[in-house]
């Protein structure tokens, strides 16, 4: 089993930035591909960027091209979401996800075996 921890999560006005990690134990060896995804109220959970085992490989929404980054540290079994930009729009619970592939499309919320428990990003305009 994989144990997957978001933290830095919080409130930040519009326009601002925001970095959240993603930390993951137990069978780490098993995580390929990896990615984050957020869920507003009531809406379905959306995908936001997704990244392959070596970090050579990244993926994005349309709505956060440009403006979020996604990246891996592999020695400390870690993975990131830099935001910077932010919009009242990006206002979710954002998720960390972790599959034992390399998914065939990393915006499938079905490509993950595991899941975090969510951080709250609140973004005021």
């Known amino acids: 089993q994989v144990q997957l921890v978001e933290s830095g999560g919080g409130l930040v006005q519009a326009e601002g930035s925001r970095r959240l990690s993603c930390a993951a134990s137990?069978?780490?060896?098993?995580?390929?591909?990896m990615g984050w995804f957020r869920q507003a109220p009531g809406k379905e959970r959306e995908f936001v960027a997704g990244?392959?085992?070596?970090?050579?490989?990244?993926y994005y929404s349309d709505s956060v091209k440009g403006r979020f980054t996604i990246s891996r540290d592999n020695a400390k079994n870690a993975v990131y979401l830099q935001m910077n930009s932010l919009k009242p729009e990006d206002t979710a619970v954002y998720y960390c996800?972790?599959?034992?592939?390399?998914?065939?499309?990393?915006?499938?919320?079905?490509?993950?075996?595991?899941w975090g428990q969510g951080t709250q990003v609140t973004v005021s305009s």
């Open positions: 990244i392959n085992w070596s970090g050579s490989s990244t």
């Open positions: 996800a972790a599959s034992k592939y390399n998914p065939a499309q990393y915006s499938d919320l079905g490509s993950y075996d595991y």
């Open positions: 137990g069978r780490t060896f098993s995580i390929y591909g």
